[in-house]
Structure formats: C-alpha cells, structure tokens
C-alpha cells in the first residue's frame, strides 16, 4: 500500500470533505553511479571554494543572489524560513473552468485523490460525478514542502485526481524561443488528402499498456551484455528529414506500405485481432510459382515509392533515410523482391 504524501481537507464552497495525496507516477530510470575509470572508486561531490579549493562545511554556507559585477545580496536560511508560506492543510478550491481551457503545456506532475476514509465517500463521489459530467476543474493553491502551487482538480475514471499546474510566466512564448518556427505554409487539396489517409490508415486505439521504455530496456540489455562479455548493437541512425521535393512521394509510399498486407498483419497481431477474408483456405495443392512471377523486377524502372516499398519488405535497415539511388543499391545487394508488385 502506497503512502500518502500529504493529507488535510478539500473544500469547495461550504463542503468539506477530509482527503490524503498520493502520487500517481512512479519513475523506473536506471541510476548510476559515478567511478573513477579503472577503478572501483565512486567519485563524491563536494562543495568547494572556488577561490581557494578548500571543502566548506554545510553549516557556513549561505545563499547569494547575484545583482550584477560579482555583488550579491546574502540571505540566511532562517531568513526564508521566516517568509515561507505555512504547509497547507487544505485545498481550498477557488473556482471552475472549463477543463478544455486549461492548455496542457500548464500541467505538470499528478497526484491520486482518494477519501480519509469510507465515512467520507459519499461527498467525494458527488464531488467526482458532477466535475465528469460537467467537464470541469477546480482550481486552487496549495502550499507544501516551502513551495506554493497551483493545482488542477479533475475526476478521472473513477477518482480525483490533482495535477500541479505551471504558473502563467514560467510558460514560454514558442514564437519568441523558436529562431526557425515557421510561418503559414499554404498547402494544396491533394497534400492535405494524401496526409489525412496516413492519418486515418494509422489511426489506432490508445492503449498505453501496449508503449514502454525501449531506451531503458536497451539500457538494462547492454549492462547484461557487458556482465556477459558480449556486445549490443548499436541503433540505426535517425532518418534523413523530407523535402519539400519528395513530400507527396514520401506521403504516397507511407500510405501504401501502411495499407500493406504485412504491415496490416503485424497490426492485427499486435492488437490480438486478425482481417477475415484476407487469404482463401488451402486445397492442399501446392503451386508452383512461374518464371514470370519469379522474374525480378528491373530496379531502375520503378519509382521511389515502389523502391521503398520493396525496401519494406525486404526489411532494410535505415530505409527511410535513403533516396532513390541508395534503394536501388541496398536492394542490389541480394535484398532485391523476388515478386514484382503492381504500381
């Protein structure tokens, strides 16, 4: 059973219901220590002098804000002690916005919600099904461990839930952090066409239990490998950005190789599903394939989009990266399709 972080009361309005704070996120990061190289010897940090390189104990040192040509102003710790706001006992929300409104680039961490106990449940369910019917937040600060917060109240499935929120000047204006955001590109009916089948033919469920770390599995395979003696490999370098050029070619093979029968099967596989009607039961027959069949195709005469989508199947690695001519000379290399496709 997980511990709370914090408990106290919610209020809204005049109704007050006595509740307990739990995190709702755990991290699963791989920690590391630091060694000295060759050594068994973990490498410590240590609050230096920079002027004279002697250690400083805990107890004399203070903090400087500095104004400017190595001035500071100095501030004790008992000094903020004094002007920090009192640990909350209670999360007294302010009011109700539209949930829609609160943009998510605001939200931050999110914390479980859950009753002191089972005396308390009618009031906090009433309090859960009229914010999911309304689609509502409650707004509120909160103060704790010598932080104050802005926090976010929504239901969620069955629970609330509190997300601290960033306050309004710690969000960044993109327009004036990003040198090279561009401007209204205009855009044709046909890219727009092309982009929405990618779109609606990749379009899927959410289903977050199906998504995990693949860094930090990669990370755990390679301190196994090196226990082992042995060698991971290394991932395949980040593809090549589209140009303007090849856009709608590259939308047109996307939708093509999306729509494949290979990629569609690996589809259902993955969601536990399967297409009816995607292949005829066997006669027991076997068939030869003919010399027309098995005749290659002449890579030269096919487009980029059929080149990629040979590369697809051929499995090539780093495919997407590459431009016609690369295709061409990844698939020479006894990768090149058995079977011609139509265009």
Do not use: C
Request: hydrophobic share 35%; proline share 5%; charged share 30%.
């Amino acid at each position: 059973m997980a511990r709370a972080v914090w408990s106290g009361v919610l209020t809204f309005g005049l109704v007050t219901v006595p509740v307990q704070l739990f995190s709702a996120t755990d991290s699963h990061t791989i920690h590391f220590h630091q060694l000295q190289r060759g050594t068994a010897d973990r490498v410590r940090n240590k609050r230096v002098n920079e002027r004279t390189g002697d250690e400083v104990p805990l107890e004399e040192i203070v903090k400087g804000y500095e104004t400017g040509d190595g001035e500071y102003v100095i501030v004790e710790p008992e000094e903020l002690d004094d002007i920090a706001p009192g640990r909350s006992r209670s999360i007294d929300v302010s009011g109700f916005v539209e949930l829609k409104d609160v943009r998510p680039v605001f939200f931050d961490k999110t914390y479980y919600l859950g009753p002191k106990g089972e005396e308390y449940g009618k009031v906090y369910t009433l309090l859960h099904d009229t914010l999911a019917k309304a689609d509502k937040a409650g707004i509120a600060t909160f103060v704790t461990r010598n932080h104050e917060y802005l926090v976010a109240l929504k239901a969620e499935a069955g629970i609330l839930t509190l997300h601290t929120l960033h306050w309004a000047d710690e969000v960044r204006d993109p327009r004036k952090e990003i040198d090279a955001l561009p401007g209204r590109h205009k855009t044709n009916d046909r890219e727009l066409r092309m982009a929405r089948q990618l779109i609606d033919t990749l379009s899927m469920d959410w289903k977050p239990e199906e998504w995990h770390d693949t860094f930090q599995e990669k990370v755990a395979a390679l301190l196994k490998a090196k226990q082992e003696g042995q060698e991971v490999e290394k991932s395949a370098p980040p593809p090549k950005s589209t140009n303007v050029v090849d856009l709608m070619e590259a939308l047109q093979a996307s939708v093509e190789h999306a729509r494949s029968p290979k990629a569609s099967s690996d589809k259902a596989t993955a969601s536990g599903g399967s297409k009816k009607g995607r292949s005829k039961p066997s006669s027991g027959k076997k068939r030869t394939p003919s010399k027309q069949a098995t005749k290659r195709p002449d890579l030269q005469d096919l487009t980029k989009a059929e080149l990629y989508r040979h590369a697809t199947d051929a499995d090539i690695q780093g495919r997407s990266s590459m431009n016609r001519d690369e295709l061409i000379n990844a698939l020479s290399r006894g990768h090149a399709p058995h079977k011609a496709r139509a265009a």
